[in-house]
């Protein structure tokens, strides 16, 4: 699966160009790892170094950097690399974060 669309890619690299320091763009792409824990949210990606920004929900949610093409090395359970989510719409950081809340809450019942 391709993991980036060219759709997505320039937006997410015309976010970088335009950000302001506030960090409040909408995350535009979802990536998980589909054998374990591990999701991002990402909203901005520097062109130069392939490093992105987003919200990263491994056992803590926090926003910072990943670098794309170390993410996209990591080999879960089976072999199974990290996939994008191909339903995932544009949301804001709060609407990623209450969804991951209610999954972690879904886990805990």
Same mark, same amino acid.
């Given at each position: 699966?391709?993991? +980036?669309? @060219?759709?997505?890619?320039?937006k997410?690299?015309? &976010?970088?160009?335009?950000?302001?320091?506030? @960090?409040?763009?909408?995350?535009?792409l @979802?990536?998980?790892?589909?054998?374990?824990?591990?999701?991002?949210?990402?909203?901005?990606?520097?062109p130069?170094?392939?490093?992105?920004?987003?919200?990263? /929900?491994?056992?803590?949610?926090?926003?910072?950097?990943?670098?794309?093409?170390?993410? +996209?090395?990591?080999?879960?359970?089976?072999?199974?690399?990290?996939?994008?989510?191909?339903?995932?719409?544009? @949301?804001?950081?709060?609407? /990623?974060?209450?969804?991951? &809340? +209610?999954?972690k809450?879904?886990?805990?019942k």
């Amino acid at each position: 699966m391709m993991i +980036l669309t @060219k759709a997505i890619k320039e937006k997410l690299i015309a &976010n970088h160009k335009e950000q302001d320091g506030t @960090k409040s763009f909408k995350a535009v792409l @979802k990536l998980f790892n589909p054998t374990g824990i591990g999701t991002w949210y990402l909203s901005e990606l520097n062109p130069e170094n392939n490093n992105a920004f987003g919200l990263c /929900c491994l056992t803590e949610e926090e926003f910072g950097y990943v670098n794309l093409d170390e993410l +996209l090395e990591v080999k879960g359970q089976f072999g199974l690399g990290i996939e994008r989510d191909r339903h995932f719409t544009p @949301k804001t950081f709060d609407e /990623c974060q209450q969804k991951e &809340n +209610l999954m972690k809450a879904d886990d805990i019942k």
